[in-house]
């Protein structure tokens, strides 16, 4: 902690490069560790080169028409809320007041913006003063360096100069040293579409992500019916959260039976007695399939990444299920495979280990992997 708030007091921005070398980012210039990874997004996300039928037509227009209105609706909202602030906290009346306070709101937030920048900044430098790197760093240099041929700490053009004795490219900017043999292929590029005509239903029960955040999906070659049988292979647990929740639900499913006994028992024979018993059981119900529900979730989320991580210590892929390399690789320690180019991390017994993390829903309707909009 005490590591953080003098980078971030001194406003630092370190960045490691491929001698283990810490770039203050701050001396040649602001980096923003966001930009490389919302490049590559746009880079490997749905392109929508033509609108293929009517129905796309509508559909992306009734999108633009709504975009639309949300932001007139936005506007008037911060209309009315400038005009708040003007009126009520800067003494301004009128139109002026609304004008004033829509300009103090902004500069606000400009500044709050350039606060969290600047923390991001301080974080990442703690990271590379210890030598490590998260998966925004590495999505960042991938992009600069392989894709762009522009340095991973200031963003300057390396792409006219020879790589030295030990195949580093030194930048003449900041002096970051970087070598296009480790970044070459680092991410899947081309992934777009790989997995769109899988069926929303099997994402959640098929699909994680590798060491370096890139969906996949297990046993891709193979049918549904082998995978859901090697899957099933794996021991019957509960994650400590999933098993949480479970007993949560189970204390709120005995506490309604409690009341439902005690309402039944209370209860006249009359019509709206038996409605309120009838609501009550038909909420246990409820509450009993969500219980079914979620242990069937998490027992099978961890079947799969018990699978997954059975696989890696096997030094087989997967998701394509070729070998993987024997030497890590020197930026990650990942072992790459080498048929469809993901990434695994061997220390699969951390407690951090990639396929124990919980993929966001909106992962699943997101990643481009899914998309059916594709060149």
Same mark, same amino acid.
Not at 57 to 77: A, Q
């Given at each position: 902690?005490?590591?953080?708030?003098?980078?971030?007091?001194?406003?630092?921005?370190?960045?490691?490069?491929?001698?283990?070398?810490?770039?203050?980012?701050?001396?040649?210039?602001?980096?923003?560790?966001?930009?490389?990874?919302?490049?590559?997004?746009?880079?490997?996300?749905?392109?929508?080169? %033509? &609108? !293929?039928?009517?129905?796309?037509? #509508?559909?992306?227009?009734? *999108?633009?028409?709504? $975009?639309?209105?949300?932001? @007139?609706?936005?506007?008037?909202?911060?209309?009315?809320?400038?005009?708040?602030?003007?009126?009520?906290?800067?003494?301004?009346?009128?139109?002026?007041?609304?004008?004033?306070?829509?300009?103090?709101?902004?500069?606000?937030?400009?500044?709050?913006?350039?606060?969290?920048?600047?923390?991001?900044?301080?974080?990442?430098?703690?990271?590379?003063?210890?030598?490590?790197?998260?998966?925004?760093?590495?999505?960042?240099?991938?992009?600069?360096?392989?894709?762009?041929?522009?340095?991973?700490?200031?963003?300057?053009?390396?792409?006219?100069?020879?790589?030295?004795?030990?195949?580093?490219?030194?930048?003449?900017?900041?002096?970051?040293?970087?070598?296009?043999?480790?970044?070459?292929? %680092? &991410? !899947?590029?081309?992934?777009?579409? #790989?997995?769109?005509?899988? *069926?929303?239903?099997? $994402?959640?029960?098929?699909? @994680?992500?590798?060491?370096?955040?890139?969906?996949?999906?297990?046993?891709?070659?193979?049918?549904?019916?082998?995978?859901?049988?090697?899957?099933?292979?794996?021991?019957?647990?509960?994650?400590?959260?999933?098993?949480?929740?479970?007993?949560?639900i189970l204390l709120i499913l005995i506490a309604g039976i409690a009341v439902s006994i005690g309402l039944a028992m209370s209860f006249h024979q009359t019509l709206g007695g038996n409605i309120a018993l009838a609501v009550a059981v038909l909420f246990l119900v409820l509450i009993a399939f969500m219980?079914?529900?979620?242990?069937?979730?998490g027992i099978w989320k961890r079947r799969l990444q018990r699978f997954v991580r059975d696989r890696i210590d096997d030094r087989m892929c997967p998701s394509c299920e070729e070998p993987l390399e024997n030497e890590p690789h020197p930026v990650d320690g990942a072992l790459v495979c080498g048929g469809?180019?993901?990434?695994?991390?061997?220390?699969?017994?951390?407690?951090?280990?990639?396929?124990?993390?919980?993929?966001?829903?909106?992962?699943?309707?997101?990643?481009?992997?899914?998309?059916?909009?594709?060149?």
């Amino acid at each position: 902690m005490f590591a953080l708030l003098v980078a971030y007091v001194q406003g630092r921005g370190g960045v490691l490069d491929d001698r283990g070398v810490v770039i203050d980012t701050e001396i040649h210039g602001e980096r923003d560790a966001e930009e490389g990874i919302e490049e590559a997004d746009k880079t490997d996300g749905p392109r929508k080169s %033509f &609108l !293929r039928t009517s129905w796309d037509v #509508l559909f992306f227009g009734g *999108k633009l028409i709504l $975009r639309l209105v949300v932001t @007139l609706w936005f506007l008037s909202i911060a209309w009315d809320v400038g005009g708040w602030v003007g009126h009520n906290y800067l003494g301004v009346s009128g139109v002026f007041g609304n004008i004033a306070g829509v300009v103090a709101c902004l500069t606000a937030l400009i500044v709050l913006t350039l606060l969290g920048n600047r923390l991001t900044n301080a974080r990442r430098d703690v990271r590379a003063q210890k030598g490590k790197q998260n998966l925004e760093d590495l999505h960042g240099i991938f992009y600069s360096v392989d894709q762009e041929c522009l340095c991973g700490a200031c963003g300057f053009s390396i792409e006219e100069f020879e790589p030295e004795e030990d195949g580093c490219v030194r930048c003449p900017e900041c002096g970051a040293a970087w070598n296009h043999a480790y970044w070459e292929n %680092f &991410l !899947r590029v081309e992934r777009a579409g #790989l997995l769109k005509d899988l *069926k929303k239903r099997c $994402r959640k029960r098929s699909c @994680l992500f590798d060491g370096r955040g890139q969906m996949m999906q297990v046993l891709t070659l193979q049918s549904e019916e082998s995978r859901v049988e090697e899957i099933r292979k794996r021991p019957t647990r509960l994650a400590l959260w999933d098993g949480f929740l479970l007993l949560l639900i189970l204390l709120i499913l005995i506490a309604g039976i409690a009341v439902s006994i005690g309402l039944a028992m209370s209860f006249h024979q009359t019509l709206g007695g038996n409605i309120a018993l009838a609501v009550a059981v038909l909420f246990l119900v409820l509450i009993a399939f969500m219980a079914v529900i979620v242990t069937q979730d998490g027992i099978w989320k961890r079947r799969l990444q018990r699978f997954v991580r059975d696989r890696i210590d096997d030094r087989m892929c997967p998701s394509c299920e070729e070998p993987l390399e024997n030497e890590p690789h020197p930026v990650d320690g990942a072992l790459v495979c080498g048929g469809c180019g993901l990434a695994w991390d061997p220390a699969t017994g951390s407690r951090r280990h990639h396929s124990k993390k919980r993929v966001p829903d909106e992962k699943y309707k997101q990643d481009p992997v899914f998309s059916k909009f594709t060149e």
